[in-house]
């Protein structure tokens, strides 16, 4: 299965990059991008190219200790990676969403809930032979209890829905779009790239800001090939 693809990094409003920025709150927001750096490459690598069901059965096999380590690990590797972004003003098409809404209540429970949440959404695209098309997500806060929508892209919206899973246009329209090239770590540079563009050109956010995660984190060769898209649409 083919998507134009990126795990999951929370999508902050810009007054919630403030918080995030702010020091006291750093280790959570390092902690939580881990949790979405491994719960996405799996879905991706295991759904998009591999056309597999290990993302469906994520849950059954992810453990915090392991995410942890791996974690760590990334983040020590990353630390000296540079950092590309590149802003685009542009437009974007309405969006067909499916979405769960989830709330992990401490950051031991972020890698079950996004995996769990993943899980459902796929198994849904593939019984009902929908395409995926881009892995997405809003997170609403900077700190616990993490809320969230986790996000699916797919090419039409099903008649009917079934269990957690919801559905909704996401409006398209103009749109500033960071593209960023790097570590899920160093994300806080584009949000504060948009911050000032907004700034600077006298427009106003429309919507919440969301990430698209373009490609598999694990698969590349090193950390600055990790590609995400921050769309911040604007009024």
Not at 17 to 35: A, E, T
Not at 185 to 190: D, K, N, P, R, T
Request: with cysteine.
């Amino acid at each position: 299965m083919l998507i134009g693809k990126k795990a999951l990094i929370g999508l902050f409003t810009l007054n919630l990059l403030i918080l995030i920025i702010n020091k006291k709150r750093y280790s959570n927001f390092m902690k939580k991008i881990f949790f979405i750096m491994l719960v996405v490459s799996r879905c991706i690598h295991a759904s998009a190219f591999h056309g597999s069901s290990i993302c469906v059965n994520a849950t059954n096999h992810f453990h915090y200790f392991d995410a942890y380590n791996a974690g760590m690990t990334f983040l020590q590797r990353d630390t000296v990676v540079p950092v590309k972004i590149q802003l685009e003003k542009t437009s974007f098409n309405d969006m067909a969403i499916l979405f769960i809404s989830d709330t992990a209540k401490q950051i031991q429970d972020m890698g079950s809930v996004l995996s769990k949440g993943y899980g459902e959404l796929m198994k849904y695209v593939q019984e009902n032979q929908l395409r995926s098309k881009k892995f997405l997500a809003w997170y609403y806060s900077a700190q616990s209890p993490w809320i969230m929508d986790i996000a699916v892209e797919t090419d039409k919206l099903p008649s009917e829905l079934r269990g957690r899973i919801k559905s909704r246009i996401q409006k398209g329209g103009e749109v500033l779009i960071a593209h960023m090239w790097g570590p899920y770590s160093e994300l806080g540079q584009a949000y504060i790239q948009i911050e000032n563009w907004l700034k600077q050109n006298n427009r106003v956010a429309r919507a919440n800001a969301f990430e698209v995660y373009l490609n598999d984190p694990v698969t590349v060769k090193d950390p600055s090939e990790i590609q995400t898209d921050i769309y911040q649409p604007l009024q």
